[in-house]
């Protein structure tokens, strides 16, 4: 590897999936300002998903509409066809 390109300040960060909830601890270099109290009591930064694996539906095996941010309209919008 490399020397000097990898970021060195990782830490233990918690991932909370806001479409339902669910949240895991991992590492991290990502900033946040945020922090939560996790399932073991102690206090970690936050980083908030709009979709993790629990509610993907490739994932979940179940076929469901994720559309957090109106993400179809806005795409039609953008390109419909000006008459």
């Given at each position: 590897?490399?020397?000097?390109i990898?970021?060195?300040?990782?830490?233990?960060?918690?991932?909370?999936?806001?479409?339902?909830?669910?949240?895991f601890?991992?590492?991290?270099?990502?900033?946040?300002?945020?922090?939560?109290?996790?399932?073991?009591?102690k206090?970690?930064?936050?980083?908030?998903?709009?979709?993790?694996?629990?509610?993907?539906?490739?994932?979940?095996?179940?076929n469901?509409?994720?559309?957090?941010?109106?993400?179809i309209?806005?795409?039609?919008?953008?390109?419909?066809?000006?008459?």
């Amino acid at each position: 590897m490399k020397q000097g390109i990898h970021p060195e300040n990782y830490r233990f960060v918690v991932f909370k999936d806001m479409s339902n909830g669910t949240s895991f601890l991992s590492k991290s270099a990502a900033q946040t300002k945020e922090t939560i109290t996790f399932e073991d009591g102690k206090e970690y930064p936050v980083i908030k998903l709009e979709i993790s694996n629990t509610s993907h539906p490739f994932y979940t095996g179940k076929n469901m509409l994720v559309d957090t941010a109106g993400r179809i309209d806005k795409f039609n919008k953008r390109y419909a066809k000006k008459k």
